[in-house]
């Protein structure tokens, strides 16, 4: 096993240092050919000074500017919310391209991965029925509805807490209280998915025009092989305007959608009566799709972090940029989401973009959500949670450069707002929050077969119909936290790998899981969340 070593600088640039284990006060370090003396004791993750400060000084980290000094700072101390501000660099249009020498794919350029073929060329990851309601009033419906289909067709596995608990109140063994006459299958190549939200009424139109362009996206994403659509009839996001979305995003569209409104049906019973019937044989013709070989283009990656640490920005975030330009020369999709979580690394993303006009879009789009929020009364700059501060993310700035690295290096083919469809081979932008829902969510409406979500201190969500894989950023996280982790790129900070290995490894475990080999720790554990971003206000 390597030396762990006890402190880097991520960029030649950089004035701060990055600690990688716990350091002691006063302990001298050799690093680059000089002692560094901590002047307190540091947890790992966080950042000592190169140098001293004087107030209103850069603070260089990834080659960025990421803050200035609030106040005087000596060499060796630890830079904290209270001695450092948020800063970024200005931004001044696209000056210029990146050049890009795209990765050695040789490995991967004649793998294939057994997915679910559609009629519109996409390959899906995963084959899902999906039940969902056009409006909050047809909630209480939908989760009746997912009783009645998982009860009768998924295993009867009871939940072990469940069993604990009768267990405890018949004062008996869980294995003598388990039930032991568990259902098969019976369907074994489909699963049936259930979604609900908030919206479709009561709030302004744009919002349910964004939201039917989502649920537009769900339903022609290649995970599902069709949907049973709920309506009541009065609200503002009409059947119409949903399939409106739809049949701009995939005109020419055959997948089954089965649409019920409510008020036009009657009662509550002739519409289950229909629903059930209807799309029970729906379910049995998706069942017949089998898994057919696709080459690797054919995989939509998405890519977020979530519960970031100090070392994200360090192992797991670039170690999903070595799997992002992986794909891009493999003439694959990948999505870089979380706008908040690219403020201060605009410049370099407008020049990687492949012409003005994309470069003006992302700008125009990183303008209006930063208004937004400044005149909601909050900023940019507040957007590190207070787990991202203890963790040694300070500012913004520092949290973005380090996030900006789940997108590897190659050229940015499009900029989608959310709500948009992917189109284009290679890396691609998409306007989400950093919020970890409300981005997942919009990642896999445009169009993501599976998603990257990279943490440092842990976060067990997942989605209805896209597989969500967990990279923990420290090894001490998956010690933890084992049964939400799929991979482990703390060996990176350990020494015990190098990035380069880790994305090589994540290619290889998306392969596999996208061929139904593996399966993520959120989809065993039914995390199954979907959070639509409301952009505007309730009426």
């Known amino acids: 096993m390597a030396t762990q070593k006890k402190l880097i600088k991520v960029n030649p640039a950089d004035n701060v240092i990055v600690a990688l284990t716990d350091l002691v006060q006063n302990e001298q370090i050799m690093?680059?050919?000089?002692?560094?003396?901590?002047?307190?004791?540091?947890?790992?993750?966080?950042?000592?000074?190169?140098?001293?400060?004087?107030?209103?000084?850069?603070?260089?980290?990834?080659?960025?500017?990421?803050?200035?000094?609030?106040?005087?700072?000596?060499?060796?101390?630890?830079?904290?919310?209270e001695n450092v501000k948020h800063q970024s660099e200005k931004v001044f249009g696209k000056n210029g391209n990146l050049g890009w020498t795209p990765p050695n794919v040789?490995?991967?350029?004649?793998?294939?991965?057994?997915?679910?073929?559609?009629?519109?060329g996409q390959v899906g990851t995963k084959n899902v029925w999906l039940f969902f309601p056009l409006v909050f009033c047809e909630n209480k419906n939908i989760e009746k509805l997912k009783d009645i289909f998982e009860n009768e067709l998924m295993p009867k596995k009871e939940v072990s807490y469940?069993?604990?608990?009768?267990?405890?109140?018949?004062?008996?063994?869980?294995?003598?209280?388990?039930?032991?006459n568990l259902n098969e299958n019976l369907l074994d190549n489909v699963e049936v998915k259930f979604i609900n939200h908030q919206g479709g009424c009561g709030g302004i139109?744009?919002?349910?025009?964004?939201?039917?362009?989502l649920l537009a996206g769900y339903v022609n994403n290649p995970n599902v092989a069709g949907a049973t659509v709920l309506s009541l009839g009065c609200q503002n996001l009409q059947v119409d305007i949903f399939k409106k979305a739809l049949k701009e995003m995939s005109p020419n569209s055959d997948k089954e959608i089965l649409i019920y409104e409510q008020q036009q049906i009657g009662t509550t019973d002739q519409m289950f009566q229909m629903v059930i019937k209807d799309s029970y044989e729906a379910i049995k013709r998706a069942n017949k799709i089998e898994r057919k070989p696709a080459p690797l283009s054919k995989l939509s990656i998405g890519l977020e972090c979530g519960g970031s640490d100090g070392f994200s920005g360090i192992s797991a975030n670039p170690a999903l940029g070595i799997v992002s330009d992986i794909f891009a020369a493999l003439g694959g999709k990948t999505i870089l989401a979380e706008f908040p979580e690219l403020c201060g690394v605009e410049q370099e993303l407008m020049n990687r973009c492949v012409d003005e006009e994309k470069a003006d879009k992302f700008l125009t789009l990183m303008k209006a959500f930063e208004k937004s929020v400044v005149d909601a009364g909050s900023g940019f700059d507040m957007n590190p949670s207070p787990g991202n501060i203890k963790d040694g993310l300070i500012t913004d700035a520092m949290k973005?450069?380090?996030a900006a690295k789940k997108g590897g290096t190659s050229p940015v083919v499009d900029v989608l707002d959310y709500g948009e469809y992917i189109s284009k081979p290679g890396l691609n932008l998409l306007n989400t929050p950093g919020n970890d829902a409300e981005c997942?969510?919009?990642?896999?409406?445009?169009?993501?077969?599976?998603?990257?979500?990279?943490?440092?201190?842990g976060n067990p969500m997942g989605?209805?119909?896209?597989?969500?894989?967990?990279?923990?950023?420290?090894?001490?996280?998956?010690?933890?936290?084992?049964?939400?982790?799929?991979?482990?790129?703390?060996?990176v900070i350990t020494g015990e790998k190098t990035i380069t290995e880790v994305g090589a490894e994540i290619v290889d475990y998306i392969i596999e899981l996208a061929s139904g080999n593996v399966e993520t720790k959120a989809d065993q554990l039914k995390q199954d969340v979907f959070i639509p971003w409301k952009r505007g206000v309730s009426l």
Request: charged share 25%.
């Open 205 to 213: 139109r744009q919002d349910s025009e964004l939201l039917a362009k």
């Open 440 to 457: 997942t969510t919009g990642l896999v409406g445009s169009g993501a077969t599976v998603v990257l979500f990279t943490t440092g201190l």
């Open 463 to 491: 989605n209805p119909i896209a597989p969500v894989v967990k990279i923990s950023s420290n090894t001490a996280l998956i010690n933890r936290m084992s049964d939400i982790i799929d991979v482990n790129a703390g060996t």
């Open 400 to 402: 973005s450069a380090g």
């Open 162 to 180: 469940k069993n604990l608990l009768r267990s405890l109140i018949e004062e008996k063994s869980v294995e003598e209280v388990s039930d032991k």
């Open 31 to 81: 690093f680059e050919g000089a002692t560094v003396s901590p002047t307190t004791d540091v947890k790992a993750k966080h950042k000592i000074t190169e140098k001293d400060f004087a107030i209103g000084d850069d603070i260089i980290m990834y080659g960025v500017l990421v803050g200035k000094a609030a106040k005087p700072i000596k060499k060796g101390e630890v830079i904290t919310t």
């Open 106 to 120: 040789d490995r991967w350029k004649d793998k294939t991965f057994n997915g679910y073929h559609r009629t519109d």
